[in-house]
């Protein structure tokens, strides 16, 4: 009995069964899963969801996976939701709650994702995927890839640092930088669609049209929301935001909750991008076609994960937008580092700039009387400072060299920046 109760391509409106659903079909539109929740409602409660270990995988009768033999993991999911103490006070916020996805095997909320992609990839007997991106969701697609035994193949821009390629290379992945020979051509995405047409590989970027699967994994994250806030969601979710992957993905897996009867009501999600490259927040504020977004110029920022000039899931990001009257904000990027270094000294929690974007945008809308500071807020940090150590490292004060000796350590306690 088939759970879904269509397939169906965004874009160009071709329908699938559920065992024959290629990644993608080629037209540049996502390839959405319509679950039949009437169907799965009865079995999946709030009590029996709650006698479940919690894991990513607990929500398997929700994702387009069809045998439990071919998951694919290393634990991820399950990710712990703190209560905001101190940067809480310096804000003057009553509720404020961290969705904290370090934790995550390679670091970062794309493990929800990216599991999914390479669990289906190889449920579907492939033997190579591939990703464009220096980032988080190769990290993520090389981490899966190396634990199922499947070849990752990774392309980088030419000017990517050498320091995020490292943790590629470990993990196995043939990696190739990619020259840029066209201004406003994205040389790597170019060559990836390229290579997997030519050589039969399976596309494993985080990005809905070029893999379907993977965009339906991040709803597990507004599952874990919905529970850990005992089935009261919050009145707001900010989040940090490239492609709009993971805000679409968190609210669709959120919808279905309350479809299902198990939430009674959606958050008001805000989608936060850095000024630097900020499509969604412009083609909200103008009214663009969803199916027709302008692409950003530029992508200079300091968030560097967020810093998608073409949105690929701009359309499901605009739709929740508007179904759940959410809201939108660039950010600056000096205020990115703020919030970085204000969340590790007050809360202890080591993030990278595009980790903590959600929390600048945060600030914004408090100053502007959007949020109210007794409203009830989710921030989820998206990922883990070890991705990008030149930021904090910038930021931080300098390490003394001193003598072993106490009134040297006094003169340098009197000067610590």
């Known amino acids: 009995m088939t759970k879904f109760k269509t397939i169906r391509c965004a874009k160009c409106g071709n329908t699938y069964e559920e065992f024959a659903v290629p990644p993608n079909d ?17 079995t999946i409660t709030r009590d029996t969801l ?36 101190r940067l809480a006070d310096e804000w003057g916020l009553k509720h404020l709650s961290l969705k904290l996805e370090i934790p995550n095997p390679s670091g970062s909320f794309k493990d929800r994702p990216i599991c999914v992609g390479v669990s289906r990839a190889l449920e ?17 697609m090389s981490t899966y890839a190396a634990r199922a ?6 392309f980088v821009p030419e000017d990517a640092p050498k320091g995020k ?31 997997c047409n030519e050589f039969g590989w399976t596309p494993s970027p985080s990005f809905g049209p ?3 699967f993977q965009f339906e994994g991040t709803k597990s994250l507004g599952f874990e929301i919905a529970e850990q806030c005992q089935w009261d969601p919050p009145d707001w979710i900010l989040f940090p935001t490239g492609s709009g992957g993971l805000m679409a993905g968190t609210m669709k897996g959120l919808w279905e909750f309350q479809e299902m009867g198990l939430i009674d009501s959606l958050p008001k999600p805000v989608v936060v991008q850095p000024e630097g490259c900020a499509p969604i927040v412009r083609a909200f504020n103008e009214g663009q076609n969803p199916l027709e977004i302008t692409p950003w110029e530029s992508n200079q920022t300091v968030a560097g994960g967020l810093a998608d000039p073409f949105p690929w899931d701009g359309d499901a990001a605009l739709k929740y937008l508007k179904l759940a009257e959410g809201e939108v904000i660039a950010v600056p ?3 990115i580092e703020r919030a970085l270094v204000l969340l590790g000294k007050l809360e202890g929690v080591f993030a990278e700039p595009s980790g903590v974007a959600a929390l600048a945008g945060l600030r914004a809308l408090l100053d502007k009387g959007t949020i109210d500071r007794s409203d009830r807020i989710v921030v989820p940090i998206t990922g883990s400072g070890f991705k990008d150590l030149s930021t904090p490292d910038r930021l931080s004060p300098e390490v003394h060299l001193i003598p072993p000796e106490t009134a040297a350590l006094r003169r340098a306690l009197e000067n610590y920046e």
Not at 28 to 39: Q, T
Not at 168 to 185: I, P, S
């Open 26 to 42: 080629g037209c540049g539109g996502r390839i959405d899963f319509d679950l039949d929740l009437e169907g799965v409602k009865d």
């Open 50 to 85: 709650e006698r479940k270990r919690p894991s990513h995988w607990k929500y398997f009768e929700l994702m387009p996976l069809n045998h439990r033999r071919n998951i694919v993991t290393l634990g991820e999911g399950g990710t712990p939701l703190i209560e905001s103490g």
């Open 124 to 140: 579907d007997g492939a033997k190579t995927v591939s990703a464009a991106s220096s980032g988080n969701a190769a990290a993520a």
């Open 149 to 154: 035994g499947l070849q990752a193949v990774v």
């Open 165 to 195: 390629l490292i943790h590629l290379r470990t993990l196995g992945a043939k990696v190739f930088r990619v020259k840029k020979l066209k201004e406003g051509v994205d040389p790597t995405t170019t060559l990836l669609l390229a290579a």
């Open 210 to 212: 070029f893999n379907g």
């Open 333 to 335: 990027d000096e205020e």
